[in-house]
């Protein structure tokens, strides 16, 4: 009788347990796939939101007396070039000759036009009709005239319709555009970090060129770069913000790569999208503003909008924003060629899935382990009782199945463990790194106890630098260590995610205005991505300063 009521309840005990382990994973699975589901319906919506207030903005009735009274005005410069190329590609419905003949007169007073200026506007001409000379002389005279963003916008005006360069042939440009690709993944304008506004723009350029092995290779490294920048509320973090241009950019690529990134696992974070990240800087009003509740900022709305009109071709069917031809639905069924490429593609992303699982079987197996643990000791308890029949067996093994799955896509952790730092001191032959935390910036604009007078939180010292670990990594011990307090958001425990440092020693970011914050610095200079993403190597100076500009006002 006493074995026979062990065995039950012992039975109870790990049948608890384990419909503990599959609820909780059901539930993180039911979470993962709640997605907001966004129709064509809804992105006219957001779209014509946008163009609503730019008519009360402006004081017009109507969107062709905006383009004809407000943009024709201000033609050649990049925010009514980009309203332009954007309405064109929306519905298609209007008449641009009054702003042609805006650019015409404009191109003729302006001397000195800068290599990426020319291109733009030869991609508005392009769109809108008109002057193909002067497309013709910008793609023979501007490609590689000012750095990778040249190679990347001279690329995309070739392919808006079949132009062809005198200077650079397409597989030139693409292989030059390759070749400043950096170690990390992605490009930049600068430096050894990548940028993700500059990455995107680049995907944008390589797109058409996708099915190419070196491309394929280049872009899904990217890719992979972008998924683990976006951030857990569907956004990005870049040049130490949050910014809805960033986000729009990531869009643009996606769409130029024909991705359907509402569905695409690698950019969907929790139950957030990448659209969803776009909306978080919508007003209420219908514009967009830069930074997380910021206010009207022209920029942000027009690439917002460039953005929403390349997600709603995408989901129209349409081709691609940068392809300047007569819309019509893509061709079904797929050819032999397509269908091959939609193989690849498919395997590219299986491929990307892969790298993911492979970076935790170790840990993995400890779970498993110890499932397998328990698992065997109640089938011991089974035969001991000579419970071992068919029934019981099956429902043993099914309850196991189950707890490994959900196991193996569950990373458990105790609050010790989680916010365990080590504080190891240093010995002869360890890399080291030197931090030092400041607040200069405020010393004299508020007197509280949690501002030093001397700005310094931290003086400048020396710590232990162990293997793999990011400036985020060397933040935690230190603040730890000298009792420091830090609060942030996101988490290194998952490898699509980043870290954003929301207040340090009680300073926190907009307490002295919507560009103050937190920034770092490595070596003199500020790296373009967040802090858990900057890898760190022996003899690196860490210098965190608190910021009322964006770091303008930091000395060098």
């Not at 350029?205 to 569907?234: C, F, M, N, W």
């Not at 022209?298 to 924003?321: E, F, P, S």
Request: with cysteine; glycine share 6%; net charge negative.
């Amino acid at each position: 009788m006493k074995n026979n009521l062990f065995f039950k309840r012992s039975l109870i005990i790990i049948g608890v347990i384990l419909l503990h382990t599959v609820i909780t994973g059901v539930i993180c699975v039911d979470a993962s796939e709640r997605k907001v589901q966004y129709t064509v319906d809804d992105l006219e919506k957001i779209i014509d939101n946008i163009l609503t207030f730019k008519k009360k903005e402006s004081q017009i009735t109507s969107i062709q007396k905006y383009i004809d009274a407000c943009l024709s005005k201000s033609a050649g410069t990049s925010l009514s070039d980009w309203y332009i190329l954007s309405l064109s590609q929306y519905k298609g419905r209007y008449n641009y000759s009054k702003y042609r003949k805006a650019l015409d007169i404009y191109l003729k007073d302006k001397r000195n036009t800068k290599a990426t200026d020319m291109q733009r506007i030869a991609l508005v001409y392009s769109a809108v009709g008109g002057n193909d000379e002067y497309i013709q002389t910008t793609i023979d005279n501007s490609i590689g005239n000012l750095g990778i963003m040249s190679y990347i916008y001279g690329l995309i005006l070739l392919d808006t319709k079949t132009f062809t360069s005198n200077s650079y042939s397409r597989e030139k440009i693409v292989m030059k555009i390759l070749s400043l690709q950096l170690s990390d993944g992605g490009w930049a304008l600068t430096g050894k970090v990548s940028d993700v506004d500059v990455t995107a723009m680049a995907l944008q350029a390589l797109a058409p060129y996708y099915d190419e092995v070196d491309v394929t290779i280049a872009v899904d490294e990217a890719l992979l770069l972008l998924s683990k920048r976006q951030l857990e509320s569907g956004d990005y973090y870049s040049y130490n913000n949050r910014s809805c241009e960033s986000v729009a950019q990531v869009i643009l690529a996606l769409c130029s790569l024909e991705k359907e990134f509402l569905k695409d696992e690698r950019f969907i974070k929790g139950k957030h999208t990448l659209l969803d990240g776009l909306l978080l800087y919508a007003l209420p009003d219908g514009s967009f503003s830069h930074n997380i509740d910021g206010l009207y900022n022209n920029t942000a709305t027009v690439q917002a909008m460039t953005a929403l009109v390349a997600t709603w071709r995408q989901l129209n069917g349409y081709d691609t924003i940068f392809t300047f031809t007569k819309d019509e639905l893509k061709e079904e069924p797929l050819n032999s060629q397509e269908s091959t490429n939609l193989i690849m593609k498919t395997i590219n992303v299986y491929k990307d899935a892969q790298l993911g699982i492979l970076r935790n079987i170790y840990n993995e197996e400890i779970k498993i382990a110890i499932i397998l643990f328990i698992s065997t000791f109640i089938l011991g308890i089974l035969y001991k009782n000579k419970k071992h029949n068919r029934k019981n067996i099956l429902l043993l093994l099914i309850l196991t199945a189950i707890s490994i799955v959900v196991i193996w896509n569950t990373d458990f952790k105790t609050v010790k463990n989680y916010y365990q730092v080590s504080t190891d001191t240093i010995e002869e032959g360890d890399y080291t790194v030197c931090v030092s935390i400041r607040c200069d910036t405020v010393v004299d604009k508020k007197a509280v106890d949690y501002i030093p007078n001397d700005g310094i939180i931290l003086e400048k010292c020396e710590y232990k630098l162990n293997d793999g670990d990011s400036v985020f990594d060397i933040l935690l011990r230190v603040t730890q260590q000298n009792k420091i307090q830090l609060e942030y958001c996101g988490s290194k425990s998952d490898s699509i995610n980043t870290v954003y440092i929301k207040g340090m020693n009680q300073l926190y970011e907009y307490d002295f205005g919507e560009l103050s914050g937190w920034m770092y610095r490595v070596n003199g200079e500020f790296p373009g991505v967040g802090c858990a993403d900057y890898y760190l190597s022996d003899g690196d100076i860490i210098e965190w300063f608190y910021t009322c500009d964006l770091g303008k006002d930091i000395s060098e």
